[in-house]
């Protein structure tokens, strides 16, 4: 099919989460949300969807805390250096030339690699993860539960996590990294007895510890009897060394690492065996960069959050998938169809393109026009 991109329609959002959510650096229950719709001159609408955080409470920069202009602001940048390489062109086109206006991990340029996605599949007349390469019978992705729950009272988390297993999940995440090692514990007794003996658990720190108090602390939680499945993001991004010494000094996997966005960083951690399994973004053009890094050492992926579960697709696609995060978040809302659990496992669409296509009356809804302020320390990566 000749297609050729005609038009577009951008929207600036505020996500709701539809509980407060954070670890121990942040919390926050909202997401500042750009959809971009590129339309062909076929009838296909290609959805792109890139977000940031800007209010809540932050202590320590990330790369995805960052104030989104203006939705004004962001149309006079778009028409101005974005809309010349899109109109009138093939999105296949498009997306194989790769241009440095789509490069990097900005909301817009993720929102547009997401769209051209969406269309060229849909060209193809294939679900997205089909047109990365999956057959069509391998559309299930096991998941796990992730509470994003240090600001959750006791009641909150037990309520949470209970609910996660009633649906069938086998897996849990819990957060850790508070300055007090009691209230860690606590969290994480209370979390084991609501899920049960048989339901892994694993603990996420954001990187709150040195490696003498991720040492400290995992043998702690050890000698107090939790069975802990892995640590994510124990330490700093910056800290390749602590990494491969507490890789090779505890008896659980390390896994890491969200803040970390330039692929030959983390493509040396690894090398150096500081991961036991990585950690990937839910832009598709991350994890198929991340899939070739896994492959070449040998190492599992674990996907992150994304919104409206996007990354099922990349998941059911990619080899050497371990699991994909769910957080039962509202922005599950906002699709039309959105993405099906069953019994602990993450089902990919079945129609054309990522099949995430937003409800426009939502979009209206939660239309957030204005700028929107940072309200904690900014993105060390702008």
């Known amino acids: ?33 750009l ?60 997306k194989l030339h790769r241009p440095a206006l789509f490069s990097g991990h900005s909301f817009t340029s993720v929102a547009l690699r997401i769209a051209l996605w969406d269309l060229m599949a849909q060209v193809a007349e294939l679900p997205l993860y089909q047109f990365l390469g999956a057959r069509a019978d391998h559309n299930r992705v096991r998941a796990y539960a992730s509470g994003l729950d240090l600001p ?25 990294g508070h300055p007090d090692v009691q209230r860690d514990l606590r969290r994480l007794q209370i979390v084991r007895e609501a899920v049960g003996e048989q339901v892994e658990m694993a603990i996420d720190a954001n990187e709150a510890w040195t490696y003498e ?39 659980l996997d390390v896994v890491g690492h969200d803040y970390i966005v330039d692929l030959q960083e983390l493509r040396h951690f690894v090398e150096q065996k500081a991961f036991s399994r990585l950690r990937v973004m839910a832009d598709p053009d991350h994890a198929l960069a991340c ?9 599992p992926l674990v ?24 957080s039962d978040l509202a922005w599950n809302l906002f699709p039309r169809s959105p993405v099906r659990f069953e019994d602990g496992y993450a089902i990919a669409p079945s129609q054309p393109g ?23 320390p900014p993105s060390s990566h702008g």
Request: negative net charge; charged residues 25%; glycine residues 8%.
């Open 354 to 376: 990522h099949g995430l296509a937003p409800h426009l009356e939502m979009l209206e809804r939660y239309s957030y026009p204005e700028a929107s302020v940072a309200s904690g």
């Open 291 to 299: 899939a070739d890094i896994a492959t070449e050492f040998g190492v």
């Open 35 to 94: 959809v971009v719709s590129l339309k062909t001159d076929q009838g296909l609408d290609g959805w792109g969807f890139g977000e940031t955080v800007s209010s809540g409470v932050f202590t320590k920069p990330a790369p995805w805390i960052t104030p989104m202009p203006s939705l004004a602001q962001i149309r006079r940048d778009f028409d101005k250096d974005i809309w010349p390489a899109l109109q009138g062109k093939n999105p296949f086109q498009v």
């Open 1 to 33: 099919m000749k297609v050729t991109i005609i038009s577009y329609d951008l929207w600036k959002v505020k996500v709701p989460t539809g509980r407060t959510i954070g670890d121990c650096t942040c919390h926050y229950d909202e997401l500042d949300l």
């Open 213 to 251: 108090e991720a040492l400290e602390r995992i043998r702690f939680f050890q000698k107090e009897g939790l069975r802990v499945a892995y640590v994510e993001d124990p330490l700093p991004r910056t800290d390749i060394d602590g990494f491969v010494r507490l890789n090779s000094a505890i008896d």
């Open 303 to 326: 996907f992150g959050n994304s919104m409206f579960e996007l990354s099922v697709h990349a998941a059911a696609a990619l080899p050497r998938v371990d699991r994909l995060e769910f």
């Open 152 to 176: 959750l009272s006791e009641e909150e988390a037990i309520g949470l996590f209970k609910s996660f297993v009633h649906r069938g999940f086998t897996a849990v995440k819990v957060k850790v």
